[in-house]
């Protein structure tokens, strides 16, 4: 394991107060928190060899087409991806899986096809299915849940027709932590000849991966939620699903020949690239899995679980609370959604932020899970991450008990 108050002591914002309190920052699967050695290598670009890539022979451009591309490298090593050639900079997750819908699906999915999602889908792993589907006179169909909150993977098995082009599903769910068993459900839709796309958005930041041993052709994730800045994220592509992708976007820096009349497209994944890149925060993404790679995914993992089988123990506690997502650890990431009886969750989430508890509320970008599967509006939900502490589980649930007594649910001590 790893010494947790050096960990900590990495993140400045955790040492602030917020309401007169110490921050308990629990809304991690929304975005993460970010330890110096990111922020530094973000000053020292800007400070010190701010510049284009790819386009200069002076000091300062390559300097940052070294440290650009050198970042790539090191995401590639971090989930085990072939080569770096397999890696696009994309924004985020979102633009990930969009740029597959626009590119190799819309090219590839037809009249009658059928597209396999779950019933726990982000949205971005969702609309954009649903609506290349409807553009293509697709069909999308939706593997359910299990009472357990588990993915009920005879069903996904039973929706995976011949006709079946794409699997796409999530690693880990960003309301009940559910984890799928990836690299079985890669297997069963290669066994039909549909493709793989994984939305890895909640298990890069939280669980080892190999992306080689998941066998998938598509491995989206955002930077944000791994300790790196926003604006920069990965798809991952295997390699013969990239070489018959058609570019998205047409400019600089995609290109290898150019005339008045026509276009040749540069080596991969540049062609993927048009335009100037964000380059800093690749850079600061590079940071981020040099943090992630010395403290180890096992051990960020293992303290996940810990951390999470404290917490669902705590909320037993909590008569008020239903709690959701598997009771099975290994099938589940360090995510909590709970609905307290009687307390609208958005309600409780200001109550919590006076108390300097930091955790999300609403729809949390999966409406149809929360609506129709959990059938409540919305949920609260504390979700982990790697310098949580067991002392910040007890505060979370300090101050739901004083929402409790607050909003005269439960007797004032
Ligand atoms: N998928 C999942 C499972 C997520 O949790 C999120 C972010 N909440 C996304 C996709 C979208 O990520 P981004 O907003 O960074 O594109």
Redesign the pocket.
């Known amino acids: 394991m790893y010494d947790l108050s050096a960990v900590r002591a990495d993140f400045p914002v955790l040492s602030r107060q917020v309401n007169g309190k110490p921050l308990v920052y629990l809304d991690n699967?929304?975005?993460s928190q970010k330890p110096r050695q990111v922020i530094e290598a973000l000053v020292d670009y800007y400070e010190r060899y701010n510049s284009n890539v790819h386009r200069g022979v002076h000091t300062l451009s390559v300097e940052a087409t070294d440290r650009y591309e050198e970042a790539r490298e090191k995401v590639a090593r971090f989930i085990n991806a072939p080569s770096a050639e397999h890696l696009v900079w994309v924004?985020?997750?979102?633009?990930?899986?969009n740029l597959v819908a626009k590119t190799w699906a819309a090219e590839r999915v037809g009249p009658g096809d059928r597209i396999v999602v779950t019933e726990m889908?982000?949205?971005?792993?969702l609309v954009p299915w649903q609506q290349l589907a409807k553009e293509r006179g697709a069909e999308l169909a939706i593997a359910a849940l299990g009472a357990d909150h588990k993915l009920d993977e005879a069903d996904f098995e039973r929706l995976l027709t011949p006709n079946t082009r794409l699997a796409a599903f999530?690693?880990?769910?960003?309301v009940l932590g559910t984890i799928t068993p990836a690299k079985r459900l890669a297997e069963s839709a290669r066994r039909v000849g549909a493709a793989v796309l994984i939305?890895a958005?909640?298990s890069v930041p939280h669980l080892p991966i190999d992306v080689q041993d998941l066998d998938a052709d598509f491995v989206?994730f955002?930077g944000?939620?791994m300790l790196a800045p926003t604006g920069i994220?990965c798809l991952y592509a295997r390699g013969e699903a990239l070489e018959q992708m058609q570019p998205f976007l047409h400019g600089g820096e995609m290109v290898l020949e150019v005339t008045y009349e026509d276009a040749s497209w540069n080596y991969l994944p540049m062609r993927f690239e048009a335009g100037t890149p964000n380059i800093a925060d690749a850079i600061g993404m590079g940071a981020a899995v040099d943090y992630l790679a010395a403290l180890g995914m096992e051990n960020v993992r293992r303290h996940e679980v810990e951390l999470t089988r404290y917490a669902l123990r705590r909320f037993e506690e909590l008569e008020e609370a239903v709690v959701y997502g598997p009771a099975d650890l290994d099938y589940r990431g360090g995510v909590v959604s709970f609905h307290m009886e009687g307390l609208h969750p958005h309600d409780l989430g200001q109550v919590l932020d006076t108390e300097g508890v930091a955790i999300r509320t609403g729809h949390?970008?999966?409406m149809p899970l929360v609506r129709s599967r959990l059938n409540v509006p919305a949920t609260a939900r504390a979700s982990f991450y790697l310098y949580n502490t067991e002392e910040e589980v007890d505060a979370l649930i300090e101050a739901l008990n004083k929402a409790l007594r607050y909003f005269g649910r439960a007797p004032r001590s």
Do not use: L
Request: net charge negative.
């Open positions: 699967a929304a975005t924004r985020n997750t979102t633009e990930a899986i889908e982000h949205h971005s792993n999530t690693h880990m769910s960003n939305d958005a909640q989206a955002s944000h939620k994220g949390h970008c999966a």
